[in-house]
């Protein structure tokens, strides 16, 4: 594409002019956008208009123009609202303990990989590493419960080593946050390592033998050639994760969750679908949808800004 | 300006002009709908009889109406099996079902084009509670089309659904009256059941005190410990069999003597009788898997039969898998016996499906065929619609067994027992519920299950209406619904960890917990929703 650098200072009307005569030549490309940018219009930008519903009390009979406005009412229930809290105390508990653990571990592993020279070693751990990921939480959630409960494989396991017991984890409420960290990373983490592979692919060969020639260790290699040549793709997965930090398991807490475990294990997904979908209080939870989505684009705004600082200055957004 | 940009800018307009136009629409279809119905209605085409069904005089052909059911699971075929082929043919009607949840019946709502006939799940959602503005009242469309109907209808169902304005929008399937829970023709569905084999080797044992209940768990482990001694329904999406189900065996009142609403949870008898379960756990004789267990690993267990006692609630949806165990084990199956008492001398008051009922037919003020509409509803509630879809064809799938009963005919028998496929999809036999009631599946003794006749039969007597708490809770939406949702919450995390608790003075504790945190949640004023609540329902019931 042409660029004009001097665009800026002409007329709105010559700006137009050009914008279009490119618009012209390009067209048969340029239509190709077309069904992308109707796709985001109905699905990203039209139900941004829902969003009204948090200043609103709204039913299933009404109409989201029809229903009533009710200013900031929703938002002060919900800064009364213990369940709330507690569920966003809970998020952001396992969040921590998953981003940590999601963010390094991948790496670690990805670079153990791209370390075997044996190839059909490689391609097992591979499979198996991703095996998880295609199974939905609604199975892996009814092994792990069935795995912890009180003469399940984890306590016969611990029975064979002499420390068994009969205790079924499920039901301890301050175990949840760690089992459902732990499951989470057995589950993705082979897959996170797929993006770091598929970058270390594209590390030029020749550095590391320069390398070789020069005496550097293995170690060395990595710290030098591996994480710099993966570096990009580490601060963008640094950024979607920290932005995600609000970001919760639906599928996991619906499995996991019960009675006793529930204190500790109430996300704010599953609250919102609780009190949205169940209970039929739309207002309330678009209000706190709202405000969760508000939170994580600080977040990823502000993650962006410190990768930037640490980048030299390049947004890898 | 990079091309991307300059695209982005594109979409940006066009979707604050998408969005400025959707608001301009919005405001126009914001109109109400309320206007007095029976002038509105199209003319009748047919001559109208109180005491012959419309659908026999109305010769109209090509009738199509659309039916809404809120719910997925529905089946959504018409026409294609024996049961609906024959609905089709008698009503000249074509049905399309269109299935669903809530955010599907909003669109409909939000677009202002509503089905022919909606039907909904819970008569205390706001759907329910705005009736009056959507549907058409069934009084009405029966005095103009169908008087029949009045004759088929339940007067009690129809007054308990009466709305401010004194008519009636909706109708349910498996709404009970006080006559049918004293017709003996709708079976009890709780029971404290034991293994037999089980039974015959611990001796004589007390179930009814909770001391003994406590002593009587401690023999079954010693004589079975391979079997788990008590067990109870799943936790999964409710409270198990532990909180209603056990305090109807121990008789709770649900309302106090001046009719206020009863804090049953928190009744003496029934916390004794929770502190006995806390016993009977911190023996190992409850297991704490019951507790994470979903609802297909608890009928797993019923299956194979690992609880040597169970407070069953509901025999009748566990019904095949108390059944799988009887006919494996033919000594050992499940009995009820007298178990979980009250001490305070009550008898047990089980309770059934309510007049509320369970799926609610509404026809909207928006259809064109109001006639053909409120015919189906009649046709489904008179005899010859419900022997239709719980028996089908006389002669072909059932037959007379004298007294009044039915039984299947040698053929329909066979179909049931090898091939269910053809039972369920070319019959579609006793699915079509949509007006369902037990009293027609009691024509026929196998409705139900044989494992589970002992079960109905020791209950029958202890059937007592629990009509004066429906539907009592504050409306949804409200601060009230709000803070009775965390309560519910609480109570769930409460009952179990009152159970699992390690000693009497934790368990006190916990009670004391539970009160405290209904006090900082409003229950007063929950109460007192609930208590108008019961009024109201009392009027409608004419109880003094």
């Known amino acids: ?317 | 300006m990079s091309i991307t940009k300059r695209l982005a800018r594109i979409g940006a307009i066009a979707a604050m002009a998408a969005a400025t136009m959707l608001i301009a629409a919005g405001c126009g279809s914001s109109s109400s709908n309320s206007s007095s119905t029976s002038d509105k209605l199209p003319k009748v085409s047919y001559k109208v009889s109180k005491n012959t069904p419309a659908w026999k005089a109305d010769k109209s052909k090509n009738n199509t109406l659309t039916w809404y059911v809120n719910a997925d699971w529905w089946n959504k075929s018409f026409g294609k099996d024996m049961i609906t082929k024959q609905i089709k043919k008698d009503l000249n009607v074509n049905i399309k079902f269109v299935t669903g949840d809530d955010t599907k019946l909003n669109t409909y709502f939000a677009s202002g084009k509503l089905p022919d006939v909606v039907t909904i799940l819970d008569p205390n959602s706001k759907v329910a509670r705005t009736a009056s503005q959507w549907a058409y009242p069934l009084q009405d469309l029966a005095t103009k089309y169908d008087p029949y109907f009045f004759k088929v209808a339940r007067q009690d169902t129809l007054n308990w659904y009466k709305m401010k304005d004194g008519k009636t929008y909706g109708y349910p399937d498996y709404s009970n009256t006080e006559a049918d829970y004293k017709s003996g023709k709708v079976p009890p569905r709780d029971a404290f059941i034991v293994r037999k084999d089980v039974l015959a080797a611990i001796g004589k044992q007390d179930f009814t005190t909770p001391e003994g209940f406590v002593k009587a768990m401690a023999a079954i482990k010693a004589k079975f410990p391979n079997l788990t001694p008590f067990g109870f329904n799943d936790f999964s999406g409710a409270n198990s069999s532990l909180d209603n189900v056990v305090q109807d065996m121990l008789g709770v009142p649900i309302v106090t003597k001046d009719n206020k609403y009863y804090a049953r949870n928190m009744d003496p008898d029934y916390l004794k009788w929770l502190n006995a379960f806390r016993e009977v756990h911190a023996a190992g004789n409850i297991s704490d898997d019951s507790f994470t267990d979903d609802s297909n690993a608890f009928n797993e267990k019923v299956n194979v039969g690992k609880y040597a006692t169970i407070m069953m609630g509901s025999d009748v949806n566990h019904g095949i898998n108390l059944q799988t165990f009887a006919s494996k084990h033919p000594d050992d199956q499940y009995v009820a016996v007298d178990g979980i008492q009250s001490t305070e001398g009550r008898k047990p008051t089980l309770s059934q499906a309510g007049i509320s009922g369970w799926m609610i037919n509404y026809i909207s003020n928006k259809t064109k065929n109001p006639a053909k509409a409120i015919q189906v509803f009649e046709y489904l509630l008179s005899d010859r619609g419900q022997m239709l879809v719980n028996y089908g064809i006389k002669g072909k799938t059932y037959e007379d067994a004298g007294n009044g009963m039915v039984k299947w005919t040698p053929s329909a028998a066979k179909v049931q027992q090898d091939d269910p496929d053809k039972w369920q999809n070319q019959y579609r036999m006793g699915e079509f519920i949509l007006f369902g009631h037990d009293r027609y599946k009691a024509l026929n003794k196998d409705s139900y299950v044989k494992a589970i006749w002992q079960m109905q039969k020791w209950g029958q007597k202890y059937l007592t209406p629990q009509f004066k708490t429906e539907n009592i809770a504050p409306d949804p939406g409200t601060q009230e619904a709000r803070a009775y949702s965390a309560i519910q919450t609480n109570w769930s995390t409460t009952l179990v960890s009152l159970i699992r608790a390690k000693s009497k003075a934790e368990f006190d504790a916990n009670v004391k917990k539970y009160k405290d945190f209904e006090k900082s949640n409003s229950i007063d004023q929950i109460n007192q929703t609930r208590d108008k609540n019961i009024k109201a329902n009392m009027k409608k019931l004419n109880m003094k």
């Open chain 1, 1 to 317: 594409m042409n660029s004009i650098p001097a665009g800026r200072k002409r007329s709105v009307s010559s700006r137009m002019k050009t914008w279009f005569a490119d618009f012209r030549s390009q067209w048969q490309m340029q239509s190709m956008m077309l069904p992308g940018v109707i796709f985001m219009i109905v699905f990203n930008f039209i139900p941004i208009y829902g969003l009204t519903l948090a200043f609103k009390s709204y039913s299933v009979t009404d109409t989201i123009a029809g229903a009533k406005w009710n200013g900031w009412q929703n938002f002060q229930t919900i800064m009364n609202d213990k369940y709330f809290w507690q569920a966003v105390w809970n998020t952001v508990g396992i969040s921590a303990i998953k981003l940590t653990i999601e963010f390094f571990l991948p790496i670690a592993l990805a670079i153990m990989i791209y370390e075997v020279n044996w190839l059909p070693f490689k391609k097992i751990v591979q499979t198996i590493t991703y095996l998880p990921h295609f199974l939905s939480w609604i199975i892996l959630g009814g092994m792990l419960i069935n795995w912890m409960s009180s003469n399940g494989l984890i306590n016969q396991f611990l029975g064979l080593l002499g420390i068994g017991s009969h205790a079924n984890y499920m039901l301890d409420a301050n175990k949840y946050w760690n089992i459902a960290a732990w499951s989470d990373v057995w589950k993705e983490v082979g897959w996170g390592t797929i993006l770091y592979l598929a970058t270390m692919a594209g590390i030029d060969p020749t550095y590391y033998e320069a390398a070789e020639m020069d005496g550097a260790s293995k170690l060395r290699q990595i710290w030098s050639i591996t994480l710099p040549g993966i570096s990009s793709i580490i601060s963008l997965n640094l950024i979607l994760s920290v932005s995600g930090l609000f970001g919760s398991n639906l599928d996991q807490t619906l499995v996991l969750m019960n009675s006793q475990n529930q204190p500790r294990a109430e996300v704010i997904n599953s609250y919102v679908y609780r009190v949205g979908l169940t209970q039929g209080d739309f207002s309330y939870a678009t209000a706190v949808g709202l405000g969760v989505s508000v939170i994580s684009v600080i977040l990823l705004v502000a993650a962006n800004m410190v990768t930037k600082k640490l980048n030299d200055n390049q947004s890898v957004l």
